[in-house]
């Protein structure tokens, strides 16, 4: 049984070409969508996400090496995903639960993490935490100190409520 052939053949023919065509692997995998379904990154170059933990990963055959990295749970999909950080140091610059950037790279390793130092919610708590401690010695203080550190607190807590409602907006912004 061969192929059909005459003149009223085109249709059966076009029909089964296209049949045809999903068999082809390099089809199949422009067409089908999944390069963008399975990329955490979803077809764009740079990601942001928050540090969930910092984690050494070894490198490939024939390397011989500990690639400091950490896990980062990407803003936008909520993949998490192991980024690398780059140059010696770096590392000591990046804290738990912080905002960081990150692209994508042709190297086989990982992927890069671009590290913006940005506070966050933990830090606003810190800093209200250290206003509320300063009222405190400035209940056990002398007038003129307890003036003091009232007026520094004060000064703190106004800021971290600053910095809070632009965290707020911001997240309603992502969201």
């Not at 390099?26 to 910092?54: C, M």
């Not at 405190?136 to 002398?142: C, D, L, P, R, T």
């Amino acid at each position: 049984m061969g192929k059909p052939m005459g003149l009223h053949t085109a249709r059966k023919m076009k029909d089964h070409r296209r049949e045809q065509r999903w068999h082809d692997k390099d089809y199949k995998k422009a067409h089908l969508g999944t390069r963008w379904k399975a990329n955490p990154f979803q077809g764009s170059s740079h990601a942001k996400g928050i540090v969930l933990e910092k984690v050494g990963v070894e490198a490939k055959q024939p390397n011989s090496a500990i690639r400091k990295c950490v896990r980062v749970q990407l803003i936008k999909n909520g993949k998490k995903i192991t980024a690398f950080v780059p140059n010696d140091g770096c590392l000591n610059f990046i804290e738990l639960e912080c905002e960081n950037s990150s692209r994508k790279r042709k190297s086989d390793e990982l992927v890069a993490l671009k590290s913006k130092r940005k506070r966050t919610e933990l830090d606003i708590d810190l800093l209200v935490k250290s206003a509320d401690e300063m009222v405190e010695k400035a209940v056990k203080a002398s007038a003129k100190e307890a003036h003091e550190l009232i007026v520094q607190s004060l000064a703190m807590k106004s800021d971290a409520s600053k910095k809070k409602k632009d965290l707020e907006s911001l997240s309603s912004l992502i969201l």
